[in-house]
């Protein structure tokens, strides 16, 4: 899609309809929308934990479908891709700045909506942002353990969020809806971001569930302090109805990147992320 033809759209309207359509059970024409879009995005069906088209109610039901037993190992790394994607940026977090693409770069205050105190725990500390294309699993894993403190929606655009339009749509993740999870680990602070995009119909955590609808014009904070929501490394943690983006956000001097990841790079759930910075004692 031309980028101009983005800021044109009624995208909030195309996602909204396409989230009431993808959630309708039609039957047989239901199937045959599922069987045409596994055939023109490569779906690999045999990963998944029912593989027959014929047992999905909706188009929903197969876009969240979840994966058989033993599909996708965790590693024993303390940090794993919590996704399946391709891997958009990654890297150092410059002062408060993420990096997007050429030319473009965006604050973590603007990217967690405004929240300074927030976003300064992550001064100079280290982010990813991984890209889940159509053919993906999209249900989203933790890459640590991590115990939940806050969940906010902000209120955004919903312009795409592929490659192309990254290259191109200045502050694209911080002005796109999202929904950003803030959980405390072994350590430190992670943030975990879902970010919306056009035809996203939906975002959903497991210990809420679907958190938009409604899209209110606010934002909206839930606060889990004092409520004990921990979830292991590997754990499911949301999922996204209809695909998007995932960005990571992690304080200094925690971890380093595997060496093998680059932008671009196809990457799996459960795949090795990042290992622990090792400091040295001074006796």
Request: positive net charge; proline residues 8%; charged residues 20%.
């Amino acid at each position: 899609m031309p980028i101009q033809r983005q800021y044109l759209l009624p995208k909030k309207l195309m996602t909204q309809a396409a989230g009431l359509l993808a959630g309708m059970e039609l039957g047989g024409l239901t199937h045959a929308v599922v069987r045409k879009f596994v055939a023109h995005y490569k779906v690999n069906m045999a990963e998944a934990a029912d593989p027959r088209i014929e047992s999905y109610k909706s188009f929903n039901d197969f876009f969240t479908r979840p994966l058989k037993p033993g599909a996708r190992p965790i590693s024993e790394a303390p940090f794993i891709c919590p996704v399946d994607a391709a891997i958009s940026q990654f890297g150092p977090i410059e002062h408060d700045q993420l990096f997007q693409a050429k030319g473009h770069s965006y604050s973590t205050r603007a990217l967690v909506g405004g929240d300074q105190q927030l976003a300064h725990r992550f001064d100079h500390g280290h982010f990813c942002t991984l890209y889940l294309a159509p053919k993906d699993y999209h249900r989203i894993h933790m890459p640590c353990d991590g115990k939940l403190t806050r969940m906010i929606y902000v209120p955004g655009d919903l312009f795409s969020v592929n490659p192309l339009t990254a290259r191109h749509v200045p502050g694209l993740f911080a002005r796109n809806e999202r929904v950003v999870c803030v959980f405390e680990c072994e350590h430190g602070p992670m943030v975990l971001v879902l970010v919306g995009a056009t035809i996203v119909g939906s975002m959903a955590t497991v210990w809420h569930g679907v958190v938009n609808p409604p899209r209110t014009r606010n934002v909206r904070e839930w606060d889990y302090a004092g409520k004990d929501i921990t979830l292991a490394k590997g754990a499911e943690m949301g999922r996204f109805l209809l695909g998007s983006t995932v960005i990571l956000l992690f304080p200094q001097n925690v971890l380093t990147f595997v060496p093998d990841w680059a932008p671009t790079v196809p990457v799996k759930l459960g795949e090795p992320m990042a290992t622990v910075i090792q400091h040295t004692v001074v006796t």
